[in-house]
């Protein structure tokens, strides 16, 4: 008689495919619990929003608004009620609308614009990890026609730096009015606006607050002794009149600074001054951004949460022997930018050149700066500065950058010539296509160098082609002819891309020597196409900065400057050298 019974691996087996189907019938009851439990708790949201309504629909007509809103009434904004053991919150939001049938406030032919009212009722469950609100409105009219009214109506418009509307932002309203306390919030439509009617008149009584998750902010600012000329001050508000009033918000910016020797070794604990060019207050001048900071043991501070601006940065202490880039720093909204500012010893008058090309603004380098008083002369030349190209007209096919109109290779998804010099999208029909790439021709910057960062232009481009529709890519090497062109983006790898929120250059491509961009042009609708009218990439040698000169421990008075370059017209200047002087220098092309 034959006994035969389990091996070890076919026990093992028969248990790990018991397993599996455990474990799936088990997800699979867990998936339908949780399916029927968001569905019971929609449907008792619905209810009890379905309960508010019609507590509304019922009210009073003049009743029929938020405590401290316009219009106001008895209704909470916020309120938290428990049903079935579970918390929910609920946000009311009533707004007078005005209705085109009997004229327009907007239009000035309508003096009574509080036709009816919109009721909103949004609810979220508190414990729930519920992401979305649910919302249900209704329209409420008066029983009778409106009566005459002396309010007026405030229009509230949202814009980013490109002057694009911003939905979504929230708007935060408060006055105290002779009859009533205003305290209203609500939210931007589609077309970046806050209409808000029927609102008691009053100068300079509504303060107004603009916000969004991850943008700047902008509100209006009451006269103070700090500020007592504010640039956007207190809205006001007159009878059967509409006040509009803008405002500009976009993605928060950093500045992340290093402070180095001229060895490029960090300088510790360096006070550093921060200034941008936009001002809440006039009459005195007062900025947005002002601050003096000191970097830590590293020499590194970041500056978080900035608004787009010019920015200018100076050493105290010290004086400013360079800064990579040069200053001031054109930040755009969104982007991150790294700033090496080169430091020494303090001089009590001391003088830095910066020389830019008068057209691109772009650093100009090996240029011969002079520097000349009574008993006095020097001479000093320009760090490395950059490449640019503004032409792609003489088509493709140069391997390395000779014509400065040619560029190596394309996908025949662009077009160089339409119009002349600028890369575009190629069209198909009536149509743009929705991508193509640009190679270039193969830069020798002459030494191993240091990249810094690449702008490129115009800006803005337009809005219908999509948030990032030029984008670009970087290779370098040490040999003019690798085996292979590896095109990478600012995390060092080639699944990011350079754009306008990501100027700086990744450190993997420091120390090479030649270097090629790819250009990547898209559009999110075919009928409009990005243009690319120039490109420019900066970099440095070790820590000499792009386009500067310094001249260090001089004699205060007046200097002649003279700066020279094969190529330009020579640049005379006279400057006061009083303290820490800069001077920034554009050059002519002959």
């Known amino acids: 008689m034959n006994k035969r019974g389990f091996s070890l ?12 189907f455990s474990v799936g019938i088990y997800s699979g009851i867990q998936f339908t619990f949780k399916a029927v ?47 079935n053991g579970i918390q929910f ?29 919109l009721a909103e009722a949004e609810i979220r469950c508190l414990n729930c990890g519920q992401q979305n609100p649910v919302r249900l409105s209704t329209l409420v009219a008066p029983k009778y026609l409106e009566g005459n009214t002396n309010n007026g109506a405030l229009f509230i418009e949202v814009f980013d730096s490109n002057a694009v509307a911003v939905p979504g932002a929230d708007v935060h309203v408060a006055a105290t009015a002779a009859t009533s306390t205003i305290d209203i919030t609500d939210a931007t439509n589609n077309s970046g606006r806050v209409s808000l009617v029927d609102l008691p008149p009053g100068v300079g009584i509504y303060d107004i607050a603009v916000s969004k998750s991850g943008y700047t902010t902008d509100r209006t600012v009451t006269s103070s002794l700090a500020i007592p000329n504010p640039v956007k001050p207190w ?14 918000i976009d993605r928060v910016a950093d500045i992340s600074v290093n402070t180095k020797n001229s060895l490029c070794q960090s300088a510790a604990n ?33 500056f978080t949460g900035l608004i787009w601006d010019a920015y200018g940065l100076k050493p105290e202490s010290y004086d400013l022997i360079g800064s990579i880039p040069t200053l001031p720093v054109v930040l755009p909204a969104g982007a991150s930018q790294t700033v090496d500012l080169i430091v020494g010893a303090d001089t009590a008058d001391s003088l830095l050149v910066t020389v830019l090309d008068s057209i691109t603004r772009q650093p100009v380098a090996l240029a011969t700066v002079t520097a000349t008083t009574t008993g006095f002369s020097d001479d000093k030349s320009t760090g490395l500065g950059a490449i640019a190209q503004n032409d792609w007209a ?35 029909g009536n149509h743009y296509m929705a991508s193509g790439e640009l190679e270039s021709s193969t830069f020798d910057l002459g030494v191993p160098a240091n990249l810094v960062s690449l702008t490129f232009g115009p800006i803005p481009q337009p809005p219908e082609t999509g948030s990032t529709p030029i984008r670009f890519q970087i290779a370098t090497d040490n040999t003019a002819t690798p085996v292979a062109w590896n095109y990478l983006g600012p995390d060092g790898t080639s699944a990011t891309y350079y754009d306008l929120t990501t100027p700086s250059i990744n450190s993997i491509h420091n120390g090479n020597r030649y270097l090629r961009y790819k250009v990547y042009l898209s559009t999110a609708d075919s009928d409009f196409t990005p243009a690319l009218s120039d490109v420019s990439l900066s970099y ?22 003279a700066v020279s370059k094969s190529g330009y017209q020579t640049s005379n200047q006279t400057v006061t050298v009083s303290g820490d002087t800069m001077l920034v220098v554009e050059l002519a092309a002959q």
């Open 9 to 20: 691996i076919e026990i093992i087996v028969a248990i790990g495919v018991f397993l599996l």
């Open 37 to 83: 439990y968001a569905s019971r708790l929609r449907i008792l949201e619905i209810g009890i929003l379905n309960e508010q309504i019609e507590i509304i629909r019922n009210m009073p007509f003049a009743d029929v608004g938020v405590v401290n809103g316009s219009p106001a009434g008895v209704l909470p904004r916020e309120e938290v009620i428990t049903r």
């Open 89 to 117: 919150q609920i946000i009311r939001t009533i707004r007078n609308l005005d209705d085109d049938f009997d004229g327009s406030i907007s239009l000035g032919n309508d003096t009574s614009p509080a036709d009816y009212k």
């Open 235 to 248: 809205a006001s508000v007159v009878a059967q009149t509409v006040t509009t009033i803008s405002f500009w």
């Open 270 to 302: 360096v006070p550093v001054s921060f200034l941008g060019t936009k001002l809440i207050g006039v009459n005195p001048d007062v900025a947005i951004a002002s601050s003096t900071v000191s970097t830590n043991a590293q020499g590194q501070y970041q």
């Open 394 to 428: 003489g088509g493709g096919g140069q391997t390395s950058m000779s014509d400065p109109m040619r560029y190596w290779s394309d996908d025949g998804r662009t077009e160089s010539n339409q119009p002349a010099g600028d890369i575009v999208l190629r069209t198909v």
């Open 540 to 561: 440095t040698v070790s820590c000499t900065p792009p386009g500067q000169a310094y001249f260090g421990s001089l004699a205060p008075g007046d200097y002649t400057v």
